[in-house]
């Protein structure tokens, strides 16, 4: 069974940073497209971003290009979500999940998620 462990959220004042890693174990990860997804208080869960199996192929949501960067090592069996300038809009619980094998496909496997805050 695939488990996804995120860690690294917390609490930030606006324009700062915070890194975010996705630890896989249980099953395979490193021939599956990864995202990161993040649902702030009161509203649905939204895609944030996502990196293809082999992270030749980047995507974001449009209010976070030029801000956060995705990658894994796969190797390390991690995802990580590098993000700067962060902004109070920002503030969620960000999950992690498995996508498709070679191809996005259906997110099927998720992680808890960790909190993050921006303060204004």
């Known amino acids: 069974q695939v488990q996804l462990v995120e860690s690294g959220g917390g609490l930030a004042q606006a324009g700062g940073s915070l890194r975010l890693s996705c630890a896989a174990s249980?099953?395979?990860?490193?021939?599956?497209?990864l995202g990161w997804f993040r649902q702030a208080p009161g509203k649905e869960r939204e895609f944030v971003a996502r990196i293809t199996w082999n992270g030749g192929l980047t995507y974001y949501t449009d209010s976070v290009k030029g801000r956060f960067t995705i990658s894994r090592d796969n190797v390390k069996n991690t995802m990580y979500l590098q993000m700067n300038d962060l902004k109070p809009e920002d503030t969620a619980v960000y999950y992690c999940?498995?996508?498709?094998?070679?191809?996005?496909?259906?997110?099927?496997?998720w992680g808890q998620g960790t909190q993050v805050t921006v303060s204004s």
């Open positions: 249980g099953g395979p990860f490193s021939t599956y497209t």
């Open positions: 999940a498995r996508g498709g094998r070679y191809v996005t496909g259906v997110f099927d496997y």
